[in-house]
């Protein structure tokens, strides 16, 4: 069964971590034990849920930069927002692992951190930083699949190919079991023609089966959602469909998952 899945895009202000946090808001709605791996040093993921990003607490820098297999089981921490959703931390010293020079950290150093880890829960979110560095690599090399984040604009488009180059040399150099799992459109306006536009020249470069339903459309109470540090599903009927936007696309990864 895959359980784990890489979220990602080179650009940054796309959405990744507005897709992380749905996610797991709609597993915990659900039921489904889940661990977010935070692999931004900016640990935006980390703090919308409930914890404060620290050089002195460990997480998934300190992981990766382990040796011992399975060494991530002692830097998973709650979440704030229940039992169902677990932690590894991001940091600041996730940039120190993205500019390693010595060789201490590798592509599959994560995968080693989380081995037997990840089999205690049944999904892992893992939330890429905004690049295709070092620690996006180590990302993909510990995922079953690759979930890209695009915003329809020009430059929301522009890093996709990129992406998927990379997504092919980590499967031939390093995870022969990596697959895209599919692609999520985020901030979606509610009429736009250049949008419209984008989407399509978007079905054209990746295949119209690979873009999941329903996209993510961009609203201001995402933000606030963010701001409180809450699960969007906490805002009900307030939430105008959103809750409902996000259980659909956790079906879609679950069945995924199974698949």
């Known amino acids: 069964m895959k359980r784990s899945v890489a979220i990602l895009n080179q650009k940054g202000g796309v959405g990744k971590t507005t897709v992380v946090l749905g996610l797991a808001s ?18 935006n993921a980390t703090w919308s ?8 607490n460990l997480g998934t820098g300190d992981a990766m930069k382990a040796t011992k297999a399975g060494s991530a089981a002692d830097m998973i921490v709650p979440s704030g927002w229940g039992d169902d959703v677990w932690l590894l931390p991001g940091g600041p010293d996730l940039t120190e692992r993205e500019n390693d020079r010595q060789g201490q950290v590798t592509p599959q150093r994560l995968r080693r951190a989380l081995d037997g880890v ?7 979110l893992i939330d890429c930083a905004p690049s295709l560095g070092l620690n996006t690599s180590c990302g993909l090399t510990a995922a079953d699949g690759a979930l890209i984040i695009v915003e329809p604009t020009v430059f929301g488009l522009r890093g996709i190919n990129p992406v998927l180059d ?40 990746v295949g119209r089966r690979a873009v999941w339903s329903p996209a993510i459309p961009n609203r201001v109470l995402i933000n606030e959602a963010h701001n409180a540090r809450a699960p969007i599903h906490t805002y009900r009927s307030r939430a105008g469909g959103l809750p409902e ?7 879609r990864l679950r069945r995924w998952s199974a698949s």
């Open 49 to 56: 849920l409930g914890v404060e990003p620290s050089r002195e």
């Open 245 to 251: 936007i996000f259980d659909e696309l956790l079906l």
């Open 118 to 124: 990840a089999d205690d829960f049944e999904l892992v």
């Open 166 to 205: 990379l997504v092919d040399s980590i499967w031939e150099e390093q995870n022969s079991k990596l697959d895209i799992a599919g692609v999520v459109l985020n901030r979606v306006p509610p009429t736009s023609k250049d949008a419209n536009s984008r989407i399509d020249e978007l079905y054209s470069m």
């Open 26 to 43: 709609a597993a915990l709605h659900a039921g489904v034990r889940t661990l977010v791996v935070d692999l931004d040093a900016q640990a």
